[in-house]
Structures are given as C-alpha cells and as structure tokens.
C-alpha cells in the first residue's frame, strides 16, 4: 500500500517546503510538487507540518526493574507514548549491573523491547565498570548496532574516576562513537546533602540545593577537558544551567568539537517548583534539578544560535502516589525523574516556535536530524529524502489543547507539565510507513523495531 501525503509543509533540510510526499514498503518513494494520487491512500496534510519522525535521545523505561524503585513506564507503556506525541525513535540507557558485561545489559534491554515497542528503538551503553573485559566488548557492541555509551561524574554506584572516564572516552573514540556523560560533581553532592540532612532541611526544596548551578558547570568544565586530553568528541546530556553552557562554549572558542544536549523541562519551569506545599515539589524533583530564569533565558539564546544540538527528555517517570513517596521525609531518596517524552514536540513546538526562540527547521534539527546524524542513524532515520524510512509527523499548528495526566498515554500519574496550553499538537505518524497515530490517537501498537546503528557523524 502505497500512502501519499498531500498538500503539506514540508520541514525539509533547507527549511519548510510545500510539497507532497509519497510513501512505498515502508521508504520515502518520492517528495515534490502535485505528485499522483494513483493508487495511493491520500492524507491531506492541509495547513499542516510535516516533520521527520521525532527522536527522543534520552529515555528510561523499566529502569530499577524488580525494586521498588522501578520506573512507571515500561516498553510498551513508554514506547506508546512517545509515538502518540510524535516520536518516532527512542534512544534508551541500557545499564549493565556492577561485576556484569556490557552484553548481559544490551540482552536485557533486548528482551524487555523486542515486540513491546510502539516506536522504534536503539539503546545507548551505559558504562560502570572498566577493565580489559568491558574494553573489549566495544567492537562486539558496535557489530550489533551500539555505538554510543554514557558515564556518570555523580552517584554512587555509577560515578567513575576521572582516569577512568579518559580512557573510555579514548576507547570510544577509536570505535567511532560517543560517550555522552551526566555531569555533576558526585563529591559536593555528597557532601551538600549530608550537610542539609543534618541542618533538618528534609524537604524536597533542598533537591536543587545539593544539585547547585556549579556543581554542574564543575562538572562539565571537567567532562570537557577529558575529552579535549583524549582527543574525541563528546557529548554532554542534559545540560540545565548557564554555567555549565558557559564551560561548553569556552572550549568551543578554543576548537574542541562538543555535543549538547538538553531537554524541555529546562526550557519551560524553573526552581519554583521547589516551593510547592507539601510534598508536591516531590513531581519536579530529577537531577539536574529545575534553574533560575536566567538559565532559561540562555538555555532559549543558545538553541536558536544552534549551539544546543539535540533535545531530548531524560523520560524517566515514577508514580507520586507510590515511589516518589519514598523520599517523603528525606529528599535525597526521593528518585529523581519525571515523564516527558510524550509531550516534547508539543512543548518545544508550543514555546520554542510559537514563543519565538526557534523556528520550525531549528525545532526540526535538534529534534530529528541532529539525534540521527550524532547517534549514526543519518540518512535512515531523522530526514524527509527520498530513499529514507518512512517514519513521518504531520503536526498541526494550529490545535490547541492543554496536557492533563488523566488523558496521557504516559503510565504515570502525574505530569510536570499539568494544565499547560499547548499551541500545537501531533496529529499523524506513520511508522515504518504505517500509519500508526490518527487524530492524536495511537491506532497501531506494537510496530517498533531496534535500530542498529552506524558510527557517529560528526558535524563539528
Ligand atoms: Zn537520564
């Protein structure tokens, strides 16, 4: 069955284009003006954008699997979500357990995706331990299609040593992928929590405390002097704050070829959150935590300068009711996450081009195009062009809606992003050339497939 989209607003690479574009076994077959209608089923597209499928570089589902700590959303819960708002491909952090191979992760990741998910997928390597035996996985990681790994500067039982993270950025490097790092200085917060628990400030309104503007930017000075020692580009996740973008853009001026990435939460709530009654604040409590306006303002400034690369969720979603309770009387156990990854084309569309900042190519670059190209997925995934999957977003700009938990595919009961009036809103996706949302409506399930991934195509 061959599909063709007419009369839309093409996102294009060299900006949005009125064309029509038409779909065969599951490719883009052609892209151009008044194409044939010939045994095709039509979408008008009328009025509307027409993206290429969204990647979301930067999720969590069924993390914590079998403690109390396991996140709400799942593969299939998760996976649906994403495709409902747009998102067409997932990278998810498969996370090996200490002591255990990298393959054991990348299996159990496998399992736990493979035939659940309603998106395509690929997972990111997390890397814990490092020793000859993990170093050399790396080639048999980059045979199945694995080719971009995630350390951690924070958090015990996932923080490793600088030496450590120089010499992973090297191995990497040499496989022609990317270690995207969580920059934090795990020490000060350490140090910060213990001298807040102590002073009695239990409350979720110490979270951004123990997670300071410098404790990043520290952090992201460090991750970026490794890289330049090692002689690799990197990747920095989640970037909140005007100081850590500072140390980002001060190793730019010096030629060190960096990735940015951050998220929507960053660009839309501040640190107010944190003075909620009760424990509600507990909903806004993930690590990096929320900013002051000023951060926002430069965080705007850098994405429609095109220093941001890539925007990505950080979905990581535990239930209030439930397991965000755990930190109810001490903030440090509150598990850090909020859902996301349903809502992020309506947000950065909503605030990023209606508020702006961006413009829809930009919004098409660092949410397609940018993902695919770093994270070796270019030209297959992430661009509208003739010969590429067939994963498409018809957006339309003009619906206006407002987000509710109660009507979210998210498997979570709450979102941070309650009641807000969003000023567009994802409409069709076809999947693999399938048409898999209608209306807003997810229509097919169960359709993603992995992803297996090439080495990174650097543009700086
Ligand atoms: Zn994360």
Redesign the pocket.
């Known amino acids: 069955m061959s599909i063709l989209i007419q009369n839309g607003t093409l996102v294009l690479p060299n900006g949005p284009t009125a064309a029509d574009l038409r779909v065969e076994d599951g490719k883009i077959a052609a892209i151009g003006p008044g194409l044939s209608a010939e045994g095709c089923q039509v979408i008008d597209a009328r009025g509307k954008l027409v993206f290429p499928g969204f990647i979301d570089t ?1 999720t ?1 589902f069924e993390m914590n699997k079998g403690t109390d700590r396991e996140t709400a959303d799942d593969w299939t819960t998760g996976t649906r979500a994403a495709l409902a708002g747009g998102t067409t491909c997932v990278l998810d ?1 498969a996370e090996p357990d200490h002591g255990c191979s990298l393959q054991s992760a990348l299996d159990a990741w496998h399992s736990r995706a493979d035939g659940h998910a309603s998106c395509n997928y690929s997972f990111h390597m997390t890397i814990v331990d490092w020793d000859q035996r993990i170093r050399d996985e790396l080639p048999r990681m980059t045979e199945q299609g694995i080719t971009s790994y995630k350390v951690y500067l924070a958090y015990d039982g996932m923080r490793i040593p600088d030496g450590t993270a120089y010499e992973i950025i090297k191995a990497v490097g040499k496989e022609g992928g990317i270690v995207g790092c ?1 920059c934090e200085n795990g020490d000060l917060i350490d140090e910060s929590i213990a001298e807040l628990k102590a002073a009695g400030k239990l409350s979720p309104s110490s979270h951004p405390l123990a997670h300071s503007a410098v404790i990043e930017a520290e952090a992201v000075g460090r991750w970026l002097a490794l890289a330049e020692q090692a002689g690799y580009p990197v990747n920095v ?2 970037l909140s704050t005007q100081r850590g973008l500072e140390q980002a853009l001060l190793a730019r001026s010096h030629g060190q070829p960096l990735y940015l990435e951050s998220c929507p939460q960053y660009f839309t709530m501040t640190d107010e959150k944190y003075q909620l009654p009760g424990f509600e604040s507990a909903k806004f409590v993930f690590s990096p935590p929320l900013r002051k306006q000023e951060d926002v303002d430069a965080l705007w400034e850098a994405l429609s300068e095109d220093e941001i690369d890539t925007i990505g969720t ?1 979905h ?1 979603s535990f239930d209030y009711a439930t397991t965000k309770q755990l930190g109810k009387d001490d903030f440090s156990q509150i598990p850090p ?1 909020i859902p996301g990854t349903e809502h992020r084309p309506a947000i950065m569309y909503t605030f990023g081009v209606k508020g702006g900042h961006i413009d829809v190519l930009q919004m098409m670059l660092s949410m397609s195009e940018r993902p695919a190209r770093l994270f070796g997925m270019f030209p297959q995934k992430g661009t509208l062009a003739v010969g590429s999957d067939a994963d498409i977003v018809i957006f339309d700009p003009d619906h206006t809606w407002r987000i509710h938990a109660a009507d979210q595919y998210q498997n979570v009961d709450y979102t941070p992003y309650e009641d807000m009036e969003m000023a567009g809103r994802t409409d069709t996706v076809l999947l693999n050339g399938q048409i898999a949302v209608e209306g807003g409506r997810v229509v097919r399930e169960g359709l993603g497939t992995f992803v297996s991934r090439g080495p990174s195509q650097f543009w700086r």
């Open positions: 930067h969590h952090f969580h996740v989640h950080d990581c996450g």
